[in-house]
C-alpha cells in the first residue's frame, strides 16, 4: 500500500496539472526571470463594467458587489476571447485567492505582465497598490495581507479612459483594454532579486553580470550565479554592497558557444540571493558595425559578421485576443513562420513584445527590432514622461534577450508633432527631446544599435545608428529609387535627417517597405508577390543599402499585404508551380542573383535579348571560385503547349561577399507569339542547389504557327451574355467579368476554305475562371474610404484590390454547349490572383491605380468533332459556344493581354 499522504500529493499534483492545462496560456510569462514559487491566476474571473465611474464610491473594491459577467484572463475585454464586449472605459476583475502555507517565510506578490491603463488592486479590501501604463510589468507586495492557506479575494480595477499622451500604438486593431499579459502570485525572498542583465563579451569570452535590489541593500548581500555549460557549471559570487542597489562582475566562458541564427545557444543560469532564487538564461553574442568587406558600406553585425537584414513588420495581433497570444504553441509558430521563408528578423510594430514570444525568438534564432510605442497626442511633458518610463521598463525587462538588436524609440514621427496653425509641425525642441530619448537609451543599453525615429513622409532622423526610411512604391519604381537614395547617403550628407543634424557612419535599412501604401489609396488585397520580386531583385542590385524590412508578416484589418492572413492561413504566391522546386524563400536566399526590376518584358519573336544579372553575396561561405548557373527557356505557345526551347550551363565567379554585375545572358526569343518562362538555378560545381529566380518574355510574332489555323475573338466580343448580378470589361476588354448565375456565349463563323475533313484535330481554346463580386464592384460602391485609418471593410472593399489567392476558394460549375448541346462540365475552381497572372500584371498602366492585377484563369480545351465543324460550314452557320454557370459562381474570360496564357478565345484546327 501507497502511504496516504503521497496519495494526497499526487492527486493534487494531477489535479494542478488538468488545472493548468485548461487555463490560458499556463506557462511561466518570463522564462529570462523566473521563480519556482508562482502560481498562475489566468482563467475566469467574475468582471463588471463600471460605465459611470461609481465603483469606487461603491466600495466594489470590497468584493461584495456581484460582477455579473465572466472575463477569461488575460485576453483584453472587447477582444472574442475575453468573452465580453468593449462596453465601457473601465472595468473590475476578481477572484478568489489562496496563497500555499509552504510560502511562509517569504515575501509574496501579484505581478501582472502588463495592463491598460490605470491599475489598482486590493486584496479583502486593503488596497495593495496602483500602477500607470500599458506595456510592461508591475507587481505589488500582499504579505502583510496574507493569510496563507486561506481563501482571499483578489480584486482588479482598470481605468482604460483614452488619455492623449498614453502610448496607444496601434490598437485600433483591436485594443488591449485591462489586463493583457499572464497575472500571477510569486514567493520572493527576504531580500530579492528586481533584476538581472548579463552583457557578453564574446571578443574577451566573458561575460558582465549585474545584479539589481529594488531599493538599497541595508546590509551587504551576497549574491551567487551558476552558469550552465557542457563542460560543468561555472560559479561565482560576488556582494550587493550596504547603501547601493547593484553590483557587477565579470564571468569567463571558456569555450564560449556563440548565438547566431543557425545555432542559437542559451546558457542557463541560477541566481542565488540569500533564499531568493531566480532563474534566467543569456546568448554569447555581439551587435556592432562593420564594412561589408570589400567596401566601404557600413552593415550591422552579429557576432562580428556583417549581416544582411531581410526582416518584416510583425503587427503581433491576433484576431480573437487582440494583442494576446490564444497559446504558446501559437507563439513558437508565428517565430518559425518567419524563418521558414528565410527571414533573419522581426520587428514587432508599435508593441513591447510579450516575453514569451521574444523567448522563441532567442530559442529558435530570429532577430528583432523592438518599438516604443508611440502616443497620438502631442509631445507635451505627460506624454514625454510616459515615453521614459515605458522605455526604461521595456529595456530593463528585455535586456538579456539576445535577438533583440536594436531599440526604435518612435515610428513615423507619431506623437511628435504640435498642433499650431501650420497643422501640425516637428519642433526643433521636440527633436532635441528625441535626440536625448536616443541617448537616454544608449545609457540603459550600450551593447544594441538605438534609431531614434523610424522616418516616413518628408521627416528626418536626429541622432541615430541606424538610418532608416521607409518606402512604399510599386514594384517598376524601386530601381531608380534605390539609385537615387544610394547616391544621397555619405558622411555629412543631410539626406533624411533633421535640419542641424547628419548623416556619418550608420548602417542604411529600407525599415519598412512593400506595395501596399504604393498605390493611391493603398492596395487592399492584392497579389503582393509581383511588387515584391520586383523589390527585391532592385534592392540586391544596391548592397549600400544593408537590408530591408518588409510590411508585412500577417494581414490586419485594414492591410492585406502579408505574408499570411490575419488568422495566419496560407496564401498562395504560384511561384512553386511557375518554377519547381522553387520557394519564397529563394527570394531571400544569401546567395542571390537578379535580373533587375523588369522580370517581365515585351520582345519580338525570334529576337535575341541581352538579360542583365547581377551577383549578390551575402555570405562568407566557402563555395569554391565558381558556380553553376543553369538557365532554361519555357515557351507556353498561342495554343497553351508547354515545351522547352532553350537550357544550358555556365559557370560565373563566386567569392564571399561578392557584389558583382555579371556579363548578361544572352538568348534567342521563339519565332512565334506566346509566354516565355526563363529560369536561373544556381548551385555548386558539385550541383548543391543554392537558390532560383525566374523572369518572363511575352513574345509577340506575325509569324503563324505551321500546320494550325486559329479563328480568334476577342473576350468582349461575345454574341450574348446575361448575368444576375453583373457584367463588365476590364481595361478595354482584355478581360470580361460575368457574376451571380449567367452565360457567355461567342459565334464564330466557319470560313468556306477551311479544309475541316483534312484536320487531325478541333477544339476550343479559352481562359476561365470563377468570378467572385468584390465589394469594390458593387453597384452602389462607396470608394470615397480612409483606408489608412483602419477602416474595418471586406479585403475586396478598396478599388485596387483583387483578394490574393489563399485556402479559401470561390469555384464555379459550368456547363459547356455547342450550337444548342452540352458536350461537357468544368468547375473552374477559384478566381484566384497571384504571380501567376503575370499577363495581368505586366500590362497594368503605370499611373498608381490597379485594375485586377495578378488575375488569372484556368486553360479549358473543347473538343470539337470535326463532323459538327462540317456540318456547320455546309449549311453556313456560325460555331455558337455556350458557357453557362450550375450556381453563382460566375465566370471571368481573359484575352490574350490578361491572365496567365496570351491567348485569346479561339477556334484551334490543327493540321
Request: a negative charge; one cysteine or more.
Amino acid at each position: 500500500m501507497y502511504p496516504t499522504k503521497l496519495i494526497i500529493g499526487l492527486l493534487t499534483g494531477l489535479i494542478g496539472l488538468i488545472h493548468a492545462q485548461k487555463i490560458p496560456l499556463p506557462e511561466h510569462p518570463r522564462p529570462d526571470f523566473e521563480r519556482v514559487d508562482w502560481v498562475n491566476l489566468n482563467g475566469k474571473w467574475a468582471f463588471k463594467f463600471d460605465k459611470e465611474d461609481v465603483g469606487l464610491d461603491k466600495n466594489w473594491h470590497h468584493g461584495d458587489v456581484d460582477f455579473e459577467q465572466t472575463i477569461t484572463v488575460p485576453f483584453p475585454w472587447g477582444s472574442e476571447a475575453s468573452g465580453v464586449k468593449d462596453e465601457a472605459d473601465i472595468a473590475w476583475y476578481k477572484r478568489d485567492i489562496t496563497v500555499n502555507a509552504s510560502w511562509k517565510g517569504k515575501r509574496t506578490f501579484v505581478v501582472i505582465g502588463a495592463s491598460d491603463w490605470e491599475t489598482t488592486v486590493w486584496l479583502d479590501g486593503q488596497k495593495i497598490g496602483s500602477h500607470q501604463g500599458g506595456y510592461t510589468p508591475f507587481s505589488f507586495e500582499i504579505t502583510d495581507v496574507v493569510t496563507y492557506g486561506k481563501t482571499q479575494r483578489l480584486v482588479v480595477r482598470v481605468d482604460d479612459v483614452r488619455r492623449d499622451f498614453t502610448l496607444y500604438g496601434k490598437q485600433g486593431y483591436g485594443n488591449a483594454r485591462g489586463i493583457w499579459q499572464t497575472i500571477y502570485l510569486e514567493g520572493r525572498g527576504t531580500n530579492y532579486l528586481d533584476a538581472l542583465h548579463f552583457t557578453p563579451d564574446i571578443d574577451q569570452s566573458k561575460v558582465n553580470v549585474t545584479a539589481y535590489l529594488p531599493q538599497d541593500a541595508t546590509e551587504d548581500l551576497p549574491v551567487e550565479v551558476q552558469i550552465q555549460t557542457d563542460s560543468g557549471i561555472l560559479k561565482r559570487s560576488m556582494v550587493i554592497p550596504k547603501g547601493k542597489y547593484s553590483e557587477s562582475m565579470a564571468m569567463d566562458i571558456p569555450d564560449a558557444r556563440l548565438w547566431d541564427l543557425d545555432h542559437p545557444y542559451l546558457y542557463d543560469v541560477t541566481a542565488n540571493l540569500g533564499n531568493d532564487r531566480v532563474k534566467s538564461y543569456f546568448g554569447m553574442r555581439k551587435i556592432s558595425v562593420v564594412n561589408l568587406p570589400g567596401t566601404d558600406y557600413p552593415y550591422i553585425a552579429l557576432n562580428n559578421k556583417p549581416i544582411y537584414l531581410q526582416l518584416t513588420l510583425d503587427q503581433s495581433y491576433h484576431p480573437k485576443g487582440f494583442y494576446t497570444f490564444p497559446s504558446d504553441q501559437f507563439i513558437k509558430e508565428e517565430i518559425m513562420r518567419s524563418k521558414s521563408i528565410g527571414l533573419n528578423g522581426i520587428r514587432p510594430h508599435i508593441k513591447v513584445e510579450i516575453p514569451r514570444k521574444l523567448y522563441w525568438a532567442d530559442k529558435l534564432g530570429l532577430l528583432v527590432m523592438a518599438d516604443l510605442p508611440n502616443s497620438w497626442g502631442e509631445p507635451d511633458r505627460k506624454m514625454q514622461a510616459e515615453s521614459e518610463y515605458t522605455l526604461r521598463e521595456m529595456i530593463k525587462r528585455d535586456y538579456n534577450h539576445p535577438a533583440i538588436f536594436s531599440w526604435i524609440v518612435f515610428n513615423e514621427t507619431w506623437g511628435l508633432k504640435q498642433d499650431d496653425e501650420y497643422g501640425g509641425r516637428y519642433l526643433p525642441s521636440t527633436q532635441n527631446w528625441v535626440a536625448s530619448m536616443y541617448y537616454l537609451a544608449k545609457s540603459l543599453d550600450a551593447t544594441r544599435l538605438v534609431e531614434d525615429n523610424s522616418i516616413c513622409c518628408g521627416y528626418g532622423h536626429t541622432e541615430t545608428d541606424i538610418n532608416s526610411w521607409h518606402s512604399y512604391l510599386p514594384g517598376y519604381q524601386w530601381e531608380d529609387f534605390l539609385k537615387e537614395v544610394t547616391d544621397s547617403t555619405y558622411p555629412g550628407s543631410g539626406h533624411h535627417f533633421e535640419e542641424g543634424f547628419h548623416q556619418s557612419r550608420q548602417p542604411n535599412i529600407n525599415s519598412e517597405c512593400g506595395n501596399v501604401w504604393g498605390y493611391e489609396g493603398s492596395t487592399g488585397d492584392v497579389d503582393w508577390s509581383w511588387d515584391y520580386h520586383k523589390m527585391i531583385n532592385a534592392f540586391r542590385k544596391y548592397p549600400k543599402v544593408a537590408g530591408w524590412l518588409y510590411t508585412e508578416h500577417h494581414d490586419v484589418i485594414n492591410e492585406w499585404n502579408g505574408y499570411w492572413k490575419f488568422d495566419r492561413s496560407n496564401k498562395f504566391t504560384g511561384i512553386e508551380e511557375l518554377v519547381p522546386g522553387m520557394a519564397l524563400k529563394d527570394f531571400h536566399s544569401d546567395i542571390y542573383l537578379s535580373t533587375g526590376v523588369e522580370i517581365s518584358k515585351d520582345v519580338k519573336g525570334g529576337e535575341k535579348v541581352r538579360v542583365p544579372l547581377t551577383l549578390s553575396v551575402m555570405t562568407d561561405k566557402d563555395l569554391g571560385k565558381e558556380l553553376h548557373l543553369n538557365y532554361r527557356l519555357t515557351f507556353t505557345n498561342a495554343l497553351g503547349e508547354r515545351s522547352v526551347f532553350r537550357s544550358g550551363t555556365q559557370n560565373i565567379p563566386y567569392a564571399p561577399w561578392l557584389q558583382k554585375k555579371l556579363s548578361p545572358l544572352e538568348l534567342p526569343m521563339p519565332e512565334y507569339s506566346g509566354l516565355a518562362l526563363l529560369t536561373l538555378e544556381l548551385t555548386t560545381i558539385t550541383g548543391q542547389p543554392i537558390s532560383k529566380n525566374f523572369m518572363h518574355f511575352i513574345v509577340d510574332s506575325q509569324q503563324q504557327m505551321p500546320k494550325v489555323s486559329l479563328l480568334e475573338v476577342q473576350p468582349k466580343a461575345y454574341s450574348n451574355a446575361v448575368w444576375s448580378k453583373a457584367l463588365w470589361e476590364v481595361m478595354d476588354g482584355k478581360k470580361i467579368n460575368g457574376t451571380g448565375k449567367g452565360f457567355f456565349e461567342y459565334s464564330i463563323a466557319l470560313p468556306s476554305d477551311a479544309k475541316i475533313d483534312k484536320a487531325k484535330e478541333t477544339y476550343f481554346i479559352i481562359e476561365l475562371s470563377a468570378k467572385e463580386l468584390f465589394v469594390k464592384d458593387y453597384a452602389d460602391y462607396n470608394e470615397n474610404q480612409d483606408f489608412m485609418k483602419g477602416s474595418r471593410v471586406a479585403n475586396s472593399s478598396n478599388p485596387n484590390a483583387y483578394p490574393m489567392t489563399d485556402e479559401t476558394k470561390f469555384s464555379s460549375e459550368v456547363v459547356v454547349s455547342v450550337n444548342g448541346s452540352k458536350v461537357m462540365d468544368v468547375v473552374l475552381e477559384d478566381d484566384p490572383a497571384d504571380h501567376r497572372g503575370v499577363l495581368s500584371w505586366h500590362n497594368q498602366l503605370r499611373d498608381g491605380k490597379l485594375r485586377e492585377a495578378g488575375s488569372y484563369g484556368y486553360l479549358v480545351k473543347v473538343p470539337i468533332s470535326k463532323s459538327t465543324l462540317k456540318t456547320l460550314q455546309k449549311e453556313g452557320d456560325p460555331l455558337v459556344i455556350t458557357f453557362q454557370t450550375k450556381g453563382d459562381g460566375g465566370i471571368a474570360v481573359y484575352g490574350k493581354d490578361f491572365g496567365r496564357y496570351a491567348i485569346n478565345p479561339a477556334l484551334v484546327i490543327s493540321y
